[in-house]
């Protein structure tokens, strides 16, 4: 079921939401346990007892007795959480609102329909890889096909491991990290088709029998707004800032910047730098932006000056947090995440081939 938020939340000062939510959290005790995923605002991070990438985060409740996780994050990401903790526990997201645009790039109805065509095409040669930004539906339809989840840190391996499995690979639901990947291992970009579930086409520039890989035509709508433009200014006006982005960016901006590694590299890259170097990045902004404040005596900006950050992720905020926690002290469980048995056994059969 889903709740709404009753108005007096959204209308109560930032300060007095902040008491009253230390207040409750401190009520709940070991039985609450707040993940907070690396995009979200500061005033939510604030409360996480950890931030991290999304499966990470999903790893770490899985190994936490406490009765109800938060998932100060977006859907996908308490899906997973959902499957691998106990059936005794809660899985919260705050605000039913904060989807994720990419996963919903590729329903299920739709991939169903794409296995059929491309097995016209190809045959039994295809293996299934998803992001883990995809729907626990998508993730369970890749595990009962022998595939495997892949995250932005082990794309490479995951990428190498399923063409070792099968001749093609049908990679969802994001073109760019597939094709990024792919061409970090050899493969040629000749070689990539496009599938466009909205078309129901298969769109390729070589011969059928040629295809090693089949990208799922969806994107990060935040990560799209990096632009080679972006990258060719700060180039000529800049040409001493090194350009770090996320590999969710187009396969031009990857190219043509530095270095292009997940949230965690990125952190990691920023952390290991030297006193005063100078850095431009490429991805989301409450992330970029909580780096420059950790990291004063660096030079960072976003990659895009005029970014901002993502909107789905923003619908996690103090409000809406207050209020799961104050409805759990009360003994009501709102905006409850459940994956059904059937998709949640399958699809870890698709996260533990990853693990």
């Not at 391996?157 to 070792?164: F, H, I, N, T």
């Not at 011969?207 to 990560?223: N, P, T, Y």
């Not at 180039?235 to 910047?257: F, G, M, N």
Request: charged content about 20%.
């Amino acid at each position: 079921m889903t709740d709404t938020i009753p108005a007096h939340y959204l209308n109560t000062p930032s300060n007095e939401l902040h008491e009253r939510a230390q207040r409750a959290k401190k009520l709940l005790g070991e039985r609450l346990y707040i993940l907070g995923h690396h995009y979200q605002k500061d005033e939510v991070i604030a409360f996480a007892d950890v931030t991290g990438d999304s499966l990470q985060l999903s790893q770490i409740a899985a190994k936490q007795t406490a009765d109800y996780i938060i998932f100060c994050g977006v859907h996908f990401m308490a899906e997973t959480a959902d499957i691998l903790t106990t059936p005794n526990q809660a899985v919260i997201l705050p605000d039913m609102r904060a989807g994720c645009s990419m996963a919903d790039m590729a329903n299920i109805d739709q991939t169903e329909r794409a296995w059929v065509e491309l097995q016209s095409y190809f045959g039994d040669t295809i293996i299934p890889l998803t992001y883990v930004n995809s729907t626990a539906a998508i993730k369970a339809f890749v595990g009962r096909n022998g595939g495997a989840t892949v995250t932005s840190s082990n794309a490479e391996e995951m990428v190498a491991w399923a063409l070792s499995q099968k001749e093609r690979m049908l990679f969802l639901p994001d073109q760019h990290l597939g094709r990024n990947t792919a061409v970090k291992l050899g493969i040629p970009l000749e070689t990539m088709a496009i599938w466009d579930p909205i078309k129901h086409k298969l769109e390729l520039e070589c011969a059928l029998e040629d295809v090693r890989v089949i990208l799922w035509k969806g994107h990060c709508s935040v990560h799209m707004n990096f632009l080679p433009k972006h990258v060719a200014n700060l180039r000529e006006k800049e040409p001493d800032r090194k350009i770090l982005v996320h590999p969710e960016c187009t396969y031009e901006v990857v190219a043509a910047s530095d270095y292009a590694g997940s949230t965690k590299y990125i952190i990691d890259m920023i952390a290991a730098s030297e006193v005063g170097s100078k850095w431009a990045i490429g991805t989301e902004m409450n992330l970029v932006n909580r780096l420059i404040a950790t990291y004063p005596d660096r030079d960072i900006v976003s990659l895009n000056p005029f970014m901002c950050p993502c909107l789905t992720m923003n619908r996690i905020d103090l409000p809406h947090l207050t209020w799961a926690l104050e409805e759990l002290v009360e003994g009501r469980i709102i905006n409850q995440i459940s994956v059904d048995e059937k998709t949640a056994e399958e699809a870890i059969m698709a996260l533990e081939k990853m693990l």
